[in-house]
Every structure is written in structure tokens, then in C-alpha cells.
């Protein structure tokens, strides 16, 4: 069985995505993991730029090819985590990424 997009048991009951630049908020772990997998599918030529981490956070620097597709229009933005133990309790979005949020 291919595992891909299957990731849910590592957020916490109450975990949250918050969308900073849109004020968009999904809550739970399938529902976080389903919008997720939905948003990387609208990502393309993404890129990993920097990831940075501590006991209790983790921060990912990255941008992806803007909504046109075009490498002259690159979306950047930063992803921040934030852990209970070894399970995420929230994630926020930073950056323009709202043309990319997929319908819910």
C-alpha cells in the first residue's frame, strides 16, 4: 500500500493550519493532512530552502512556482511548527500563498 499523504497520526487531536495571509483556519488531523496533500497538489516546481528546529518548534523556508507556473513569479513563504512532544500541535503559513489554498 503506498503511504503517501498519509501522516495525520503525527499531528495532535487538536491540531490547527492557520493561513496567516488569508486568516483561513482547518482544524483536526485528517482534515490538516487532506488540505495538505491538496495544496501541494497546486504547488508546482516546489523548493526547500532552509529548515530550522528546536525542542518545541520547527520553521521551513521554501517557495514554489507562482500561480501562472512561471519561475519569474516565485512564491516564498515560511512554515512554522509547533510540537507537543513528537506531534504537531499547529501549523501557520507565511507568505502570499493564498492564490494556491485549495477549495474546501
Known amino acids: 500500500m503506498d503511504e503517501t499523504g498519509h501522516f495525520a497520526q503525527f499531528f495532535t487531536e487538536d491540531v490547527t493550519w492557520t493561513t496567516i495571509d488569508t486568516n483561513d ?9 487532506d488540505f495538505i496533500v ?5 504547488m508546482s516546481d516546489a523548493e526547500t530552502h532552509r529548515i530550522v528546529f ?3 518548534c520547527a520553521y521551513l523556508e521554501g517557495s514554489c512556482a507562482g500561480v501562472d ?3 519569474t513569479d516565485r ?3 515560511c512554515i ?4 507537543t512532544g513528537s506531534q504537531i500541535a499547529s501549523v ?6 493564498g492564490p494556491l489554498m485549495p477549495e474546501r
Not at 483556519?25 to 493532512?33: D, E, S, T, Y
Not at 491538496?38 to 497546486?42: E, F, I, K
Not at 512554522?80 to 510540537?83: G, P, R
Not at 501557520?92 to 500563498?97: E, Q, T
Request: proline share 6%.
Open 25 to 33: 483556519v482547518v482544524r483536526g488531523p485528517r482534515a490538516v493532512q
Open 38 to 42: 491538496a495544496l501541494h497538489g497546486r
Open 54 to 56: 528546536s525542542d518545541d
Open 69 to 71: 507556473g512561471g519561475q
Open 75 to 77: 512564491i516564498h513563504y
Open 80 to 83: 512554522a511548527y509547533d510540537l
Open 92 to 97: 501557520r503559513s507565511y507568505g502570499p500563498v
